[in-house]
């Protein structure tokens, strides 16, 4: 996947959360997972509007594709 996600803000939230130093393997890594589970979502999240013959994915839609995730 292409670098959606800048890396500047993950690595801030990850200092936030108490990582003093972040490895910038680590950072590439989590940007990638996150970067799929988004793209995951989205696809299921397009399968639902489709069923419902939509073609708005609305916040609703997000949930339920993103309910397997959590």
């Keep these: ?7 500047a803000p993950i690595r801030r939230l990850m200092k ?4 003093d130093l972040v490895a910038a393997d ?3 890594r989590l940007i990638e997972y996150l ?3 988004a ?3 989205t ?3 397009i399968k639902i509007t ?6 708005r994915i609305t916040e609703a839609d997000v949930r339920k594709a993103a ?3 959590y």
Excluded: F
């Design 35 to 37: 970067e799929n589970v």
């Design 43 to 45: 696809e299921a999240a």
């Design 50 to 55: 489709e069923q419902d013959k939509r073609k």
């Design 39 to 41: 793209g995951e979502t």
């Design 67 to 69: 309910a397997d995730w």
């Design 26 to 28: 680590a950072l590439d």
């Design 1 to 7: 996947m292409a670098d959606y996600i800048a890396k």
């Design 16 to 19: 936030r959360q108490g990582a």
